[in-house]
T-cell receptor, first 113, second 115 residues
């Protein structure tokens, strides 16, 4: 069975700091990759996704992620975080072997003003 | 407004009672999903349905049941057999097409507390 690991459970940054959240998955075949974000009191929403093509994908609010197939990774980045980025971030993987999403454990990001 | 609604937002039950969580969508999506969210464990799939009158077990289906009698509705029953039912429950939906991947849209969730 596939699994998804998010190594950072809690991250605290000051505004304007750069962000990188790690995501690694275990499936060896073709995958589709997602980052979802859950702002306090709000619905889980899609931040960005990778299906095929350019491994560097850009999402909403200045976020981007890079798919590195050889490392089974899909790390999320943002050059300069804002207080409003405080949220929980989830990486998810869908393999072609199954139709379902497998989620990582989530990373809680707190940005100090 | 199109979207997914879950009710109620907070639910309290006594141990030993079954409880049903509501999920309704007006996005005309074929597929619907139920997840459970626990701190540090992310979202885990309980049940999913790709078409009316059909549903499949997810990774943690034990102690739960679902029905899919209408396209827009996918209620989840947490039975007394579920050993640790206190959690945040999220419903999602998506377009279903065998050849194409579509993102899942999530509802606001129901926080269930069983004492």
């Amino acid at each position: 069975a596939q699994s998804v690991s998010q190594h950072n459970h809690h991250v605290i940054l000051s505004e304007a700091a750069s962000l990188e959240l790690g995501c690694n998955y275990s499936y060896g075949g073709t995958v589709n990759l997602f980052w979802y974000v859950q702002y306090p009191g709000q619905h889980l929403q899609l931040l960005l996704k990778y299906f095929s093509g350019d491994p560097l994908v850009k999402g909403i609010k200045g976020f981007e992620a890079e798919f590195i197939k050889s490392k089974f990774s899909f790390n999320l980045r943002k050059p300069s975080v804002q207080w409003s980025d405080t949220a929980e971030y989830f990486c998810a993987v869908r393999s072609n072997a199954g139709n379902m999403l497998t989620f990582g454990g989530g990373t809680r990001l707190m940005v100090k003003p | 407004d199109g979207g997914i609604t879950q009710s109620p937002k907070y639910l309290f039950r006594k141990e030993g009672q079954n409880v049903t969580l509501s999920c309704e969508q007006n996005l005309n999506h074929d597929a619907m999903y139920w997840y459970r969210q626990d701190p540090g464990q992310g979202l885990r799939l309980i049940y999913y349905s790709q078409i009316v009158n059909d549903f499949q077990k997810g990774d943690i289906a034990e102690g739960y049941s679902v029905s899919r009698e209408k396209k827009e509705s996918f209620p989840l029953t947490v039975t007394s057999a579920q050993k640790n039912p206190t959690a945040f429950y999220l419903c999602a939906s998506s377009i279903h097409d065998r050849g194409t991947v579509y993102e899942q849209y999530f509802g606001p969730g129901t926080r269930l507390t069983v004492t």
